[in-house]
């Protein structure tokens, strides 16, 4: 506390450093240098937080599957990857509260991921996505180069960017003014364990009534649960919800194309630290995927998974052929061709 208060001691000759995503901040201006000192307050959030203004961006531009998305390894160090749509949930309600308009996008990769693979414990409720974008709240990007969907819609919108990705690739790649780009991206937010996100830079925008929000949201629900009530029940109204329901059932069906996507999003994610991974780990993730079949259960496995995987892809012979073929970016096998790694 007494260097927050020392801060304003300085006079106006003095312009500190400051960066968003900055973890602290070192006071360097004339007056610093006039007293030979050198000084650096450690996460210092207080003073970050005069950055961002209510009225200095007009939506909040959220990467989905920077938030949906949760890290674990099995006694087996088998990466398990789980999708929890409720964290995007919480994620927009918090923003929403706020009194923020709020735009969220997300691969086709991972929402078909999530959505064949939805009956498994590393799943959430994929509803969630549904209602999401029926609110035009979400949006499926198709494209490989999602990022730069919300990217340039920030751009064009003056929008704040919620992520964590450091954005290597697409800086380059794509010809932007990274620096300003940078400047409308924040990365101090967290998704605690009981799936509450948190932003305490976030300030609330002029007029947001945060219980009326509440309110809100708490009739909403009630409204889904009766609907949800009427989905199992024998009654009239009960079976004009479950027809209405039929032809998404249908549409949901993945395609080629599909599998395509989500083998993509599964590959980049196991070879996103450009290290060697034992090819075994590759072809576990893709099965677990695609066949929905417990990551780390093998011996429960069907003992044509293998064939299985394969049909699916529309792959044969070695692994260590076609897994170059199914990459969406160069690929390099080690000398032994069992491990590979992004070029």
Known sequence: MICLIFIYLIPPLYVPRM????DSIVLDGPWINNCRADFTIIYAHALVHCMIKADGFDVVVVDAA????????????????SIFPERLESCVDFFQEMGWEVRAFLKQGTYWWAVKNKEMATIGDVRIFETLRRQG???IVSSEQD??????????NNGL????????????DYDRDWDAVEGRIMRDWEVLETGEFLAPLIPMKEGAERMTFKTL??????????????????????????????PEKKSAQP???????????????????????HLTRVYHALASVHLQLEAGDLKNWPHDWRDQLMGLLNVSGKMSVWVKEICPFDVELSSNNQNIRKV
Request: glycine letters at 4%; hydrophobic letters at 35%.
């Open 19 to 22: 960066n968003l995503n900055d």
């Open 66 to 81: 920077n938030v949906v998305h949760h890290h674990g390894y099995d006694d087996e160090e088998n990466l398990i990857q």
């Open 137 to 139: 709240i979400l949006e």
């Open 147 to 156: 990022d730069m969907f919300w990217i340039d819609y920030a751009i064009e």
């Open 161 to 172: 960017v919620i992520t964590r990705d450091k954005l290597k690739s697409e800086k380059e």
């Open 217 to 246: 949201k708490s009739r909403l629900k009630e409204l889904e649960m009766r609907v949800a009530e009427l989905e199992k029940s024998d009654s009239p109204m009960g079976r004009v919800v479950q027809d209405s329901d039929e």
């Open 255 to 277: 395609d080629q194309e599909t599998v395509s996507a989500i083998t993509n999003e599964v590959v980049r994610r196991l070879l996103a630290s450009g290290e060697f991974i």
